[in-house]
């Protein structure tokens, strides 16, 4: 029995994946985007990037610089007591050649070489603090990124729906439309109406069969559009879900995304600063080497030794730039501020407007529902009429085609709420 139990929980578990398959969601189009968009694998392997300039960074102003030299300098002297060319720590006063006191006649180096940082702990947290922004501005670039997706295919998704409510509904309007032909045909065999009835029907009806064929190509290019979006390869589909959207009425205590960007491109401006600043600390360097250092080949093998000591640089004037460097800093910060005050001002007037639309579009919406209501009570009475040959087709017609349209003002109508929700929820986040 346990087995039994098993292969059916199997067996739905393979049901609910060819259905989610077959009739994809827009959850599953949204969560298909997320993983195939190449700007957010980029931004991926950018935040990576950005986690090795980390070691960099450290590498750069922590560890120990090891390299090896090798120098051979010859310094020859010319007319040197009547030798053209001569290499000699004691030239006559009438040679030509750099003077000893610098060269020595030559040079013969090779050494191994140690340099070393020193204090500089907070130059190499400025940097890192530098890197530490420039990497969350990916993060927040991949939160837009998303969102924009969210937005994108959401609206494409809303409008392949609708598409299908049109096609479902003329289908309908069709299926009733035949079975009227069907009762025509009897009531001109028995001579209640006019076979000229009965084509204008029959007319109506194959105008309606290319309006479905319209609307099913649409919704193909539609679906196909969606796939698109998602990264995916277009496929064969079932009938969409109905979309559902959750209205973003409050954000508790987390910041618009406007403000985590300013506040980002702010502290920007600060690193920036800071690192700018870097150059005016002062830097101790320790650094020593050993090896073969010698000017003259004689016992030459004697010449390996050690050296080590400490460099200091202090920096005094640069011409005031630090001080410029500042000012600019300032200004921009300024200019950050005047853009997120406009971004508030903005976001509140737009939610505002949106809520408005949607208030009044329910408002519509429900008076055009029940106008829909009484036009379809109108049209089951033409319905019977009509089989007693008491109404003409083309009044009848005539309502079928007031009601088709209500009925596709309405869908527009829900269509438009779903929109305007999307854009809400785009906006308000």
């Known amino acids: 029995m346990f087995k039994n139990y098993t292969l059916l929980i199997v067996f739905s578990c393979l049901c609910h994946l060819l259905y989610s398959q077959k009739n994809p969601s827009l959850d599953s189009f949204l969560e298909n985007a997320r993983q195939h968009a190449p700007a957010l694998r980029e931004n991926n392997n950018l935040k990576k990037i950005g986690n090795i300039q980390n070691d960099i960074i450290r590498a750069q102003n922590n560890a120990f610089r090891v390299n090896a030299t090798s120098e051979v300098l010859f310094a020859p002297y010319f007319n040197n007591n009547g030798n053209a060319i001569d290499i000699t720590t004691t030239p006559s006063p009438n040679a030509y050649g750099y003077d000893v006191g610098i060269t020595n006649g030559g040079l013969y180096s090779a050494q191994l070489n140690v340099t070393k940082n020193l204090f500089n702990q907070a130059t190499t947290d400025n940097l890192l603090f530098q890197n530490k922004v420039k990497n969350s501005a990916i993060t927040l670039s991949s939160e837009e990124i998303a969102h924009n997706l969210v937005k994108t295919i959401t609206d494409a998704y809303i409008m392949a729906y609708q598409l299908q409510l049109q096609e479902n509904f003329t289908t309908e309007i069709l299926k009733d439309l035949k079975k009227r032909l069907q009762v025509l045909e ?34 193909e290019i539609a679906i196909n559009q969606l796939y698109t979006l998602s990264g995916m390869k277009a496929q064969k589909t079932g009938s969409l879900p109905k979309p559902v959207l959750f209205k973003n009425t409050e954000l508790n205590s987390v910041a618009h995304f406007y403000q985590k960007k300013f506040t980002n491109d702010s502290l920007q401006v600060v690193a920036d600063q800071r690192v700018f600043d870097n150059s005016y600390k002062p830097q101790l360097t320790a650094y020593g080497n050993t090896g073969l250092n010698a000017v003259e080949i004689p016992n030459i093998e004697h010449k390996i030794g050690f ?82 040959g008491q109404v003409s087709i083309v009044d009848y017609l005539n309502v079928v085609q007031n009601y088709k349209q209500n009925v596709y003002t309405q869908l527009q109508m829900q269509t438009n709420m779903w929109l305007l929700q999307s854009q809400y929820n785009f906006i308000n986040w």
Do not use: C, M, W
């Open 186 to 219: 009897l009531l001109v065999k028995r001579g209640i109406l006019q076979e000229s009835d009965y084509l204008v029907l029959q007319l109506d009806i194959e105008s309606k069969n290319l309006e479905l064929k319209q609307i099913q190509n649409n919704l």
């Open 307 to 388: 050296s080590a000591g400490l460099r200091l640089t202090i920096p005094i004037y640069d011409g005031r730039q630090r001080k410029y460097n500042a000012q600019q800093s300032k200004l921009k910060e300024d200019n950050l501020e005047f853009y997120k005050s406009n971004a508030k001002i903005q976001l509140d007037n737009k939610l505002s407007s949106i809520e408005s639309q949607i208030t009044a579009l329910q408002k519509n919406k429900t008076l055009l529902d029940n106008q829909i209501k009484k036009q379809k009570n109108i049209l089951e009475i033409y319905k019977g009429k009509l089989v007693q």
